[in-house]
């Protein structure tokens, strides 16, 4: 079973993406979930997490510019992102945090470029 996420593209400095990641396997459950993201010649990095009642956590380099929500009634986990930068540019994944190596899918890419 993976995750798959969906929404990326191509998009130019100081745009915007919504992300989703819809969990028909309901493998997210009331569990901590998380956005990830892996840049080319990068490890995989955590830039956000929710749970249910806390709020959620923010890499600082994505800090008031990403905010991530969840849906329980749609089993679905989205990754708002604004302000996009160059340097954000990465294949983004959804997972449980901590992760669970047999849950990631193929990610979805996004290219930050004029």
């Known amino acids: 079973v993976q995750l798959q996420a969906s929404g990326g593209g191509l998009v130019q400095p100081g745009g915007s993406l919504r992300l989703s990641c819809r969990d028909s396997q309901k493998i997210f459950s009331n569990n901590v979930v998380g956005w990830y993201r892996q840049a080319p010649g990068k490890q995989r990095e955590l830039v956000a997490s929710?749970?249910?009642?806390?709020?959620?956590i923010y890499a600082d380099s994505v800090k008031d510019r990403f905010t991530i929500s969840r849906d329980y009634a749609k089993n679905t986990v989205y990754l708002q992102m604004n302000s996009l930068r160059p340097e954000d540019t990465a294949v983004y994944y959804c997972?449980?945090?901590?992760?669970?190596?047999?849950?990631w899918g193929q990610g979805t890419q996004v290219t930050v470029s004029s």
């Open positions: 997972n449980k945090y901590p992760p669970y190596a047999r849950y």
């Open positions: 929710i749970g249910r009642g806390t709020e959620p």
